[in-house]
């Protein structure tokens, strides 16, 4: 259902092994590919619906050196939201400042009223997309009551408070940016790991060689900048335990069958 893959660092560094084991993965996860990378608030933004072994662009791609300080990759398995451009990852939303927030997502939507109204004003048709641009609308709202725009302590509290009130019932799995900050959510087991150096952290849904990967704490917002973790946030109990017949349900419920 998706693989994530993310890094922060204070140095550039050389991605393409990685990303190669990464997007090897495809197999299991054939309905598109995409990359972000991060020149201070800039976003780059290459994707593809596409399974990634079978890209040409993607194949030219990783036969050139790719070095960065701050990137997502990710693989999609599409659950909510057909095959197509705008329901691939990363996805993108700018707010009132002018900061460009970038998501991508491993999991699942089941149950969250706060973003029903999305559906009529999204791109595509992802339970994804929703939630960057529910994150975005209230990064907005705190900005205009606050009439100025947040300092870093103030998104890390509205960050916090939006995952834990969308975990409940949901599988949360999510990797954000907003130009300077990573922030790293995720509440189900064994989904996701961190391989970490003294200028580095690197996350995936899997780990990617024979280093040193621990798995990422649960049920907790962790926030980095520049590799360096800056903000932990108090553990909720809401962890996500996978119901096939749920699963099912919601297949059928988005195919009107």
Same mark, same amino acid.
Request: charged residues 25%; negative net charge.
């Given at each position: 259902?998706?693989?994530?893959?993310?890094?922060?660092?204070n140095r550039?560094? /050389?991605?393409?092994?990685?990303?190669?084991?990464f997007?090897?993965?495809?197999?299991?996860?054939?309905?598109g590919?995409?990359?972000?990378?991060?020149?201070?608030?800039?976003?780059?933004?290459?994707?593809? +619906?596409?399974?990634?072994?079978?890209?040409?662009?993607?194949?030219?791609?990783?036969?050139?050196?790719?070095?960065?300080?701050?990137?997502? @990759? /990710?693989?999609?398995?599409? *659950?909510?939201?057909?095959?197509?451009?705008?329901?691939? /990852?990363?996805?993108?939303?700018?707010?009132? *400042? @002018?900061?460009?927030?970038?998501?991508?997502?491993?999991?699942?939507?089941?149950?969250?009223?706060?973003? %029903?109204?999305?559906?009529?004003?999204?791109? @595509?048709?992802? !339970?994804?997309?929703?939630?960057?641009?529910?994150?975005?609308?209230?990064?907005?709202r705190? *900005?205009?009551?606050?009439?100025?725009?947040?300092? !870093?302590?103030?998104?890390?509290?509205?960050?916090?408070?939006?995952?834990?009130?969308? %975990?409940?019932?949901?599988?949360?799995?999510?990797?954000?940016?907003?130009?300077?900050?990573?922030?790293?959510?995720?509440?189900?087991?064994?989904?996701?790991?961190?391989?970490?150096?003294?200028? %580095?952290?690197?996350? %995936? *849904?899997?780990?990617?060689?024979?280093?040193?990967?621990?798995?990422?704490?649960?049920?907790?917002?962790?926030?980095?900048?520049?590799?360096?973790?800056?903000?932990?946030?108090? +553990?909720? !109990?809401?962890?996500?335990?996978?119901?096939?017949?749920?699963?099912?349900?919601?297949?059928l419920?988005?195919?009107?069958?």
């Amino acid at each position: 259902m998706c693989e994530l893959f993310g890094v922060t660092a204070n140095r550039k560094v /050389h991605l393409n092994s990685l990303l190669e084991e990464f997007f090897s993965h495809s197999n299991e996860q054939p309905s598109g590919w995409g990359i972000a990378t991060f020149e201070g608030r800039n976003v780059s933004l290459e994707k593809e +619906p596409l399974r990634a072994d079978r890209s040409a662009y993607l194949k030219s791609k990783l036969n050139n050196d790719i070095y960065a300080s701050n990137l997502f @990759g /990710h693989i999609r398995r599409a *659950t909510i939201g057909y095959e197509s451009y705008v329901n691939t /990852h990363p996805f993108t939303a700018m707010d009132l *400042t @002018g900061r460009i927030w970038t998501l991508i997502h491993n999991g699942t939507i089941f149950e969250a009223p706060q973003l %029903s109204p999305y559906q009529y004003t999204q791109s @595509g048709t992802t !339970d994804s997309e929703r939630i960057l641009l529910y994150i975005v609308d209230e990064i907005n709202r705190h *900005t205009k009551e606050a009439s100025r725009p947040l300092n !870093d302590a103030e998104k890390h509290e509205i960050i916090d408070e939006i995952f834990e009130k969308l %975990s409940p019932e949901n599988k949360l799995n999510v990797l954000l940016y907003d130009g300077e900050n990573m922030y790293i959510h995720k509440n189900a087991k064994e989904t996701l790991f961190v391989k970490e150096d003294d200028d %580095s952290a690197i996350f %995936s *849904t899997q780990p990617l060689d024979k280093g040193h990967w621990r798995e990422v704490e649960q049920n907790r917002l962790l926030v980095y900048r520049n590799g360096a973790l800056v903000y932990s946030g108090a +553990p909720h !109990d809401y962890s996500y335990i996978e119901d096939p017949q749920k699963m099912k349900l919601l297949f059928l419920a988005f195919s009107n069958l």
